[in-house]
């Protein structure tokens, strides 16, 4: 699970930093975001998605087949949410858990 904010910022740079490095490879990670906004596009400069993007999967090795995030526009909301609870037990459930704090 990945979170976003500024909280996680130093952290992500930190991952990105060890990948360049050679030190750390994200192949193999499934991600699963915890938000995104209803009703904005995913490529809105304030969507969980481009977040994500421009500051964590753009600069490391993962497969962008691994990477979740909810879709805020889905014509149906709470089966979207009750499909990516169902992918993330299909994964086999949560390994680690990146929370926020207040920002």
Request: net charge negative.
């Amino acid at each position: 699970m990945c979170s976003a904010g500024s909280t996680p910022l130093g952290m992500y740079r930190k991952l990105v930093e060890f990948h360049k490095e050679g030190k750390l490879s994200f192949q193999y990670i499934k991600t699963f975001n915890m938000d995104e906004y209803v009703g904005i596009p995913d490529d809105h400069p304030e969507s969980y998605h481009t977040y994500m993007w421009q500051n964590l999967f753009q600069h490391i090795d993962i497969d962008p087949t691994n990477v979740h995030i909810l879709d805020g526009n889905a014509q149906n909301l709470q089966k979207e949410c009750d499909d990516f609870e169902q992918s993330i037990k299909d994964a086999g459930g949560v390994d680690l858990f990146v929370g926020g704090g207040r920002d």
